[in-house]
């Protein structure tokens, strides 16, 4: 496989969104060919995931389906960029289904084997942002079941701390301005890049 992908993660209200956008912007400005996308996915799978983050559902149908959204998300969109040698920036991947739902109580080992089929990330840059701030950030309106828990989003933390300290993710302090923390994440970019 010729290209590269790129995944930013964090708990809901981060700042993924701002910071991706600048950092898919500045890529192009370097002369890269870059495919911005997103897990969950507008696709028939990532609607029926939306709906049932609202209304709850069993842990292990979620992971299922968000295994299922990131399987058809990778055949439709992601390998295609990639073999055709360039670089594809996703908001969420495979480490929010570990993080998430471990946190939601499911063995690491079984929501691996269910996501074997995906893509491994070449570098994934975890915003990192007290759940209080997360959730001040997001104003309290309009929240689905994930993101009104404090305790859950704490335990989603926790687990992507644990996958920093094992060198899956990156940890980029997410305090500070939103100019601070592109150049941090920039920083670790253009070290993965080689530049
Ligand atoms: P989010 O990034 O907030 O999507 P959108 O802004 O388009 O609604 O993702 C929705 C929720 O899904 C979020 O709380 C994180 C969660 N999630 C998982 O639990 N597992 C996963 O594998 C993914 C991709 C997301």
């Keep these: 496989m010729r290209g590269r992908l790129?995944?930013?993660e964090g708990l809901d209200g981060c700042g993924k969104s701002t910071q991706t956008s600048l950092l898919v912007r500045w890529l192009r400005s370097l002369g890269y060919r870059v495919l911005r996308t997103a897990e969950p996915t507008r696709?028939?799978?990532?609607?029926?995931?939306?709906?049932?983050?609202?209304e709850?559902?069993?842990?292990e149908v979620e992971a299922l389906l968000f295994a299922a959204d990131r399987m058809e998300h990778a055949s439709r969109v992601v390998l295609p960029a990639l073999?055709?040698?360039?670089m594809v920036?996703?908001?969420?991947?495979?480490?929010?289904?570990?993080?998430?739902q471990c946190a939601r109580g499911l063995r690491e080992e079984w929501v691996r084997e269910i996501n074997r089929f995906s893509p491994l990330p070449g570098l994934t840059l975890f915003l990192d942002l007290p759940p209080e701030e997360c959730l001040r950030r997001m104003g309290?309106?309009?929240l689905d079941l994930f993101e009104r828990d404090l305790s859950f989003q704490r335990r989603?933390?926790?687990?992507?701390?644990?996958?920093?300290?094992?060198g899956e993710v990156e940890r980029v302090e997410g305090r500070g301005s939103v100019e601070e923390v592109q150049g941090r994440m920039r920083e670790r970019v253009l070290r993965w890049l080689g530049r």
Excluded: F, T
């Design 140 to 142: 309290g309106k309009d």
């Design 6 to 8: 790129l995944c930013v």
């Design 156 to 166: 989603v933390r926790r687990k992507y701390l644990e996958l920093a300290v094992r």
């Design 43 to 54: 696709g028939p799978v990532g609607r029926l995931i939306r709906r049932g983050l609202r």
């Design 83 to 86: 073999r055709r040698g360039g």
């Design 56 to 59: 709850g559902m069993p842990a």
């Design 89 to 100: 920036v996703s908001e969420r991947g495979l480490y929010s289904s570990i993080a998430y």
